[in-house]
């Protein structure tokens, strides 16, 4: 009898399964009564009824679907409106939209690099950058994390070769940002091209939520780009690139992310669009999602949790163990509250953590509630 191609995948859930490491797939309930501090919707914009109300618009007049990839039928003058504004808003010449945030990391990092050019890779950077160095053609130099000095020497050691450099605005597991402005410094000394993913920036960081690159005086900058996801802060779906328009038709010409992929679905561009114009009409919703942040911060730590100070909205919070944290998270959701956790291998330091996200539309009384329980839960109380 021929062996069965897939037999191999028993072993491989059977290692799974003894080392704890299991992941399960769990359909949220439309009615979901859980408190949300799991999600990365931080401006709570995913259900407000302008931005759901412009997906359906969107969907009506536009179709379900882009049909077709962006050079052939899939750009909607919808796309072309959402590329301007997020531009526009965020402070740089051009943009140009992906169906996923991941799909525009792997567009800027191989459409932008070739055989012979050089990747200085961020340790800890999101696992779209980690497979976007991989697809390049480029060498991939990885460097300890959030350290300029290291990525000096790195470009040092490879003088006169095209280089970039990439890394996370807001670091998703831990929540620190990184050191932008020294990165910067290192790459203009070089001539090298920083791109830098802003995903939990955007919305966060920055007046009025422009972003970290905002922030930190490098929007529209001639040798910066940033990358960045429209689910999270935007509450929609896709991606996009920012930077000089140059390099943006560069990519619309040579990144396979973009050519070979259909356009971003109707509904998600026009939800983008209506969630992008609301921020800008309310800037405070950035300020009140870095005070939540700030006040899971001070709350958790003044009772003894250990949690590094957030730069964003992602707070990250100490487990003595992988058990305890699994453990720590599931009486979280029993007592009604949604937590990330996390632990080896997605943690290579080895510490495991809760990963809380603030919300912008979260109540005092919310915040209060979540507090109580992350406390009441926590191990060895
Ligand atoms: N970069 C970072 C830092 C992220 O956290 C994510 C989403 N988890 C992505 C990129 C990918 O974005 P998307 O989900 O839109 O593919």
């Known amino acids: 009898m021929l062996k069965d191609p897939f037999d ?21 309930p439309v009615d ?8 990365n919707d931080y401006l709570g914009l995913t259900r407000r009824p302008e931005v759901t109300a ?13 049909t077709g990839s962006r050079l052939v039928t899939g750009t909607t003058a919808l ?3 959402l590329e301007a504004e997020l531009a526009r808003f965020c402070g740089f010449e051009a943009a140009l939209v992906f169906s996923s945030g991941y799909a525009a990391n792997l567009a800027a990092l191989t459409a932008l690099s070739t055989h012979g050019s050089l990747i200085v890779s961020d340790a ?8 976007g160095c991989r697809l390049a053609r480029a060498e991939t130099a990885v460097v300890p994390h ?4 290291a990525v000096r020497k790195t470009l040092d050691a490879h003088p006169g070769r095209r280089s970039l450099v990439v890394t996370d605005s807001v670091f998703s597991v831990d929540g620190d940002a990184a050191p932008l402005t020294a990165l910067a410094a290192a790459c203009r000394a070089h001539g090298a091209a ?5 995903a939990h920036g955007l919305g966060v960081l920055g007046d009025g939520g422009r972003g970290a690159l905002h922030a930190a005086g490098l929007a529209g900058a001639v040798d910066v780009l940033a990358t960045m996801t429209l689910s999270k802060s935007l509450g929609s779906q896709g991606g996009a690139v920012l930077g000089p328009a140059r390099v943006i038709a560069h990519l619309v010409n040579a990144a396979r992310t973009f050519i070979f992929d259909t356009g971003l679905a109707p509904a998600a561009a026009g939800a983008a669009l209506a969630s992008l114009r609301l921020i800008e009409r309310e800037p405070e919703l950035a300020d009140r999602a870095r005070a939540v942040a700030a006040t899971l911060h001070e709350r958790l730590t003044d009772a003894g949790l250990t949690a590094a100070r957030p730069d964003a909205a992602v707070v990250s919070v100490r487990a003595p163990s992988a058990e305890s944290a699994v453990r720590w998270a599931a009486d979280c959701r029993a007592a009604g509250l949604a937590v990330g956790c996390f ?16 919300r912008a539309d979260l109540t005092e009384r919310q915040l209060d509630e979540a507090i109580a329980v992350i406390l009441g839960a926590a191990p060895g109380r």
């Open 343 to 358: 632990r080896p291998p997605s943690v290579p330091d080895g510490i495991s953590r809760l990963r809380l996200t603030a």
């Open 124 to 131: 800890a950077n999101h696992a779209s950058i980690v497979d």
């Open 146 to 149: 959030a350290d300029p000095e």
């Open 194 to 198: 920083l791109v830098v993913d802003d």
């Open 79 to 81: 796309h072309a409106e």
């Open 32 to 39: 979901d009564a859980l408190l949300d501090l799991a999600s």
């Open 8 to 28: 191999w995948t028993d072993e491989a859930a059977r290692l799974r399964a003894d080392a704890g490491l299991v992941r399960t797939l769990r359909p949220r």
């Open 54 to 66: 412009a997906a359906g618009e969107a969907a009506d007049r536009w179709g379900a679907g882009a």
